[in-house]
């Protein structure tokens, strides 16, 4: 009886320890990944913002929406029909993006974006990086169309 519940003991622990060992090893795999694709992830961003901005203009068939990088790479996002715009900030160092919208009301947050890597599949060495709010992965076109509708004054989302 006494060596079955200290086998139990014994075999509990060596999960627990296999456990933590793997976490640990997921948590440094996936902060090894989200630096090393932080850069491609902003310019997936880059690249959903700068197409939406198009669509949208050729939609409205006029320059609705400027962009232009600044000199320290942020992206900025004027809308002609109003004095506001929208700056997009990458911090290369925390690995985050920042969203400032002036079409926001002032209550109203700044979205900011964490870069995470994360496993794709059933091989240890299967990463990306993907960008996540409030620990959720972020839908990027969905939540570039809402700062976009936002920005021009029509509300996040449509109206029924």
Known sequence: MRDETTRQAAEE???????EDERRYENEHN??????????VWKRFQDALLAQCHEWNS???????????TPVGDLR?????????MTVHYDSRKH??????AGRLEHEKDVILHIEGYR?????????????RNEQPVNMEMLI????????????QRSA
């Open 13 to 19: 622990y060596l999960a627990t320890k296999l456990t």
């Open 31 to 40: 902060r090894a990944a989200a630096i090393t694709l932080s850069l491609v």
């Open 59 to 69: 939609v409205t068939q006029e320059e609705t929406l400027t962009i232009k990088e």
């Open 77 to 85: 996002i004027w809308c002609a029909g109003r004095s506001k715009a």
């Open 96 to 101: 985050l993006i920042t969203v400032k919208n």
């Open 120 to 132: 794709t599949g059933p091989d240890r060495d299967n990463r990306d990086a993907r960008l996540v």
């Open 145 to 156: 169309l809402g700062e976009l509708r936002v920005l021009t004054g029509i509300g996040r």
